[in-house]
């Protein structure tokens, strides 16, 4: 595509002055987009709702919020896209919002388009492009009658989910739940968390906003070529900050080509990306945890809102074809100056926080990179307890059935990106392993030899803990298991799961 050629042409120790005299906002162009945003703002507080009913509704706007480029402070010269989000009074929920949103979008266009002369400016709508789903916000086009440039406005009527909410502190994790559990489409709320967006991104030093600015710039460039849907440039404003948190240890001092090859490389294998934070939720509450397992589950890449758990902002888009220009860029002037040795170690997912649990000794914990292979986590583990048999691994996922951990496989192979507990178990031929689970739906692995009667199984579960022979049931695809009968005599094999039943 070769798209962004001023950039390709720029030798990569002249990006810092190429940003500060060609990408970021001059004077007249920043004062051009506060005059839209004051404008507009006032409008949708004073003369938009005022005096109205909306389905038998008083309708008051209780805060807008700047969003987009000019909120998270990434504008581009002469190129703006600015969201302005209008919680309003009218939304008691999630679903309620989902409900009355498309009535609200109507009204506005309708007011907006009478109105736009009191506003000293051309304001255009945009045309909707969502196919057959509710439009979420109404876009316009707005020029001043001063000159040609124009600013994009996406309004976008939303519940106050966050109430009074200081972006510097952890939102209730109800409010998360409560987003979870509504089943909207993904991302379809997120315009309630866009504090917490802003915040994430405009809270970065200056040195980072400007390899945002660059990464940006490169990235408007290529999509001009491209008609059809490509990752949104919020995906790859959280790229590049994972990056620079990865490469850089957060450090405001960076070299700018450095940057720029790092989020370059990092796009060129776009297919292994799995990123996620937990400044604003994390895996305390059950809920939460298990939705947030589930969406680091799904196909890669994965690149999630660290403000909204449900976008996934890596799905459905041709992330193929920015990896291909990316893939051209690294070969330009711009990233030609990077010695390898010493550019930025970015991993393409955080390392995994792996608790290791064995009947009768303490947990232990370790950090592993998902894409590495098990063996090298099992060395590791050896050499902590000192095994001299076969030693097995495996881990539970919550409603799931226990798994083996394969040597030759990856974390990331079992869609394992976040903290897990894995059981360690030493075998010595010919003795198995074999999966036992309680009523609570949790299992624990046991050692045992295929000749060996259930009442010896019954009695390795009461010196882990469990209950007493007499108060145990096991039963094996449905059929009770007696005491005399061996594992062999019942075809129990490696890795099968038997289910305890505990007598009332």
């Known amino acids: ?47 938009c709702f005022y005096d109205q009913l909306i389905l038998d509704q008083e309708v008051r706007v209780l805060k807008v919020v700047k969003g987009g480029s000019a909120g998270k402070g990434t504008t581009l010269n002469y190129s703006s896209d600015l969201d302005l989000v209008l919680f309003l009074s009218c939304f008691s929920s999630f679903r309620h919002q989902a409900q009355l949103r498309g009535v609200i979008i ?6 907006l388009v009478h109105c736009s002369r009191s506003l000293a400016y051309k304001i255009t709508v945009a045309p909707y492009r969502g196919g057959t789903s509710a439009p979420r916000s109404l876009s316009l086009h707005v020029q001043s009658r001063k000159n040609s440039g124009v600013v994009r406005v996406d309004l976008l009527p939303a519940f106050n989910a966050l109430g009074s909410f200081c972006p510097d502190s952890k939102p209730a994790p109800e409010i998360y739940e409560n987003l979870i559990t509504s089943a909207g489409r993904p991302g379809e709320f997120s315009s309630s968390f866009t504090q917490l967006q802003r915040h994430f991104v405009k809270s970065r030093p200056p040195k980072l906003k400007s390899l945002l600015q660059l990464v940006k710039h490169w990235y408007l460039q290529v999509r001009v070529w491209v008609p059809v849907a490509l990752p949104s440039k919020y995906a790859l404003e959280l790229l590049t900050i994972y990056a620079w948190e ?20 990092l ?32 196909c890669r890449p994965i690149i999630l809102d660290p403000a909204d758990p449900t976008n996934n902002l890596g799905r459905k888009k041709r992330w193929d074809l920015v990896a291909q220009e990316a893939a051209y860029c690294l070969q330009q002037a711009c990233c030609r100056t990077v010695d390898p040795r010493q550019g930025w170690d970015v991993q393409r997912a955080r390392d995994v926080l792996v608790t290791v649990k064995q009947t009768g000794e303490e947990a232990w914990t370790l950090s ?50 976040s903290k897990v507990t894995v059981r360690v178990l030493e075998t010595t031929p010919p003795e198995i392993q074999v999966f036992v689970k309680d009523p609570s739906g949790q299992s624990r692995p046991y050692a045992i030899h295929p000749d060996d009667s259930i009442r010896d199984l019954k009695e390795k579960i009461v010196e882990a803990g469990g209950p007493h022979v007499e108060d145990q049931i096991l039963k094996f695809k449905g059929r009770k298991l007696w005491n005399r009968c061996s594992l062999a005599d019942l075809q129990i094999e490696d890795c099968d799961t038997i289910t305890l039943i505990k007598r009332s």
């Open 1 to 47: 595509m070769a798209a962004a050629q001023d950039l390709y042409d720029t030798p990569g120790d002249r990006l810092d002055a190429f940003v500060k005299h060609s990408l970021q906002p001059q004077g007249a162009w920043k004062d051009e987009v506060k005059d839209v945003r004051q404008r507009i703002e006032q409008f949708l507080r004073d003369q």
């Open 106 to 111: 109507s009204f506005m266009e309708k007011k």
């Open 246 to 265: 990865m490469g850089t240890n957060e450090s405001e001092n960076f070299d700018m080509d450095e940057g720029l090859v790092a989020v370059m490389e």
């Open 267 to 298: 796009l060129r294998e776009y297919k292994d990306i799995c990123i996620y934070w937990t400044k604003y939720y994390n895996f305390q509450n059950d809920v939460v945890r298990n939705f947030i397992k589930l969406k680091l589950k799904e």
């Open 368 to 417: 592993v990179n998902p894409y590495s292979p098990i063996w090298k986590m099992k060395t590791e583990i050896k050499r902590k307890y000192d095994f001299s048999g076969q030693q097995r691994l495996s881990f539970q996922e919550p409603g799931g059935e226990r798994q083996l951990l394969s040597s030759q496989r990856t974390l990331a192979d079992y869609g394992i990106f």
